[in-house]
């Protein structure tokens, strides 16, 4: 079945310690994306990727960082200097190009600073 | 630049009632429209989407039509069911940044009680 898959779904994290979250999509979609929900204020985007080996700030980057080295897999870094990074962190992927593709998201990870 | 309102919540009902949860939104170009559903500890789930005005989208009993006179995507349903209980969000998908950004409502949290 294709889809997208996050890992691990809960992860807890000291102060200090940079973490990462691991998105992978059997797609074929180029672009991917990483948004942050927190209670009430929806989903904000993180950072996107239209492509392998691009990568662009969304509304909310600092204190985040990405890379895209393969066209299946985006994993974020969430890292010390990100002041607040509990929150429920979302993986999505789509089709490029100018068409009205759907974004398909993955499952979540739950990230809990201690 | 774009964003999306939508009535606060927990909207709650009893089974078999009429649902409307209101959606509108402030665009610069023309976008897409797009219902998504999360259920408890999910990811997101299209629900429903329309392209251009007085489009319909519909899926599972939910229906949503894309009034541009009133920049309005309200969202439908007939007979709601307990299963339906989830979180709805708008959303506006809009190319004229160049990219497939999308942009969420807040989330409207429905309730469905036997």
């Known amino acids: 079945d294709g889809g997208i898959t996050q890992s691990p779904k809960y992860l807890f994290r000291k102060e200090g310690q940079n973490v990462t979250l691991s998105c992978e999509q059997n797609?074929?979609?180029?672009?991917m994306y990483w948004y942050r929900q927190d209670p009430g204020q929806g989903l904000r985007l993180i950072y996107y990727s239209q492509i392998v080996n691009d990568f662009q700030k969304g509304d909310i980057a600092e204190g985040y960082s990405v890379s895209r080295e393969k066209k299946e897999s985006f994993p974020l870094t969430v890292t010390s200097a990100q002041k607040n990074p509990t929150a429920f962190y979302l993986c999505?992927?789509?089709?490029?190009?100018?068409?009205?593709?759907?974004?398909?998201f993955g499952p979540g990870t739950r990230l809990t600073v201690l | 630049g774009n964003s999306v309102t939508q009535m606060e919540g927990p909207v709650t009902l009893s089974e078999e009632a009429f649902l409307t949860i209101n959606c509108t939104y402030t665009a610069t170009g023309y976008p897409s429209l797009f219902w998504y559903v999360q259920y408890p500890g999910e990811g997101l789930q299209l629900l429903l989407k329309a392209t251009k005005a007085d489009d319909k989208g519909s899926n599972k009993g939910f229906e949503a039509t894309y009034r541009k006179e009133t920049t309005s995507f309200h969202l439908e349903k007939g007979s709601v069911q307990v299963s339906d209980s989830a979180v709805y969000f708008c959303?506006?998908?809009?190319?004229?940044?160049?990219?497939?950004?999308?942009?969420f409502g807040t989330g409207t949290k429905l309730q469905v009680i036997p």
């Open positions: 999505a992927s789509s089709i490029s190009g100018g068409g009205v593709y759907e974004q398909f």
């Open positions: 797609l074929n979609h180029d672009a």
């Open positions: 959303a506006l998908r809009d190319l004229a940044g160049g990219y497939q950004k999308v942009t």
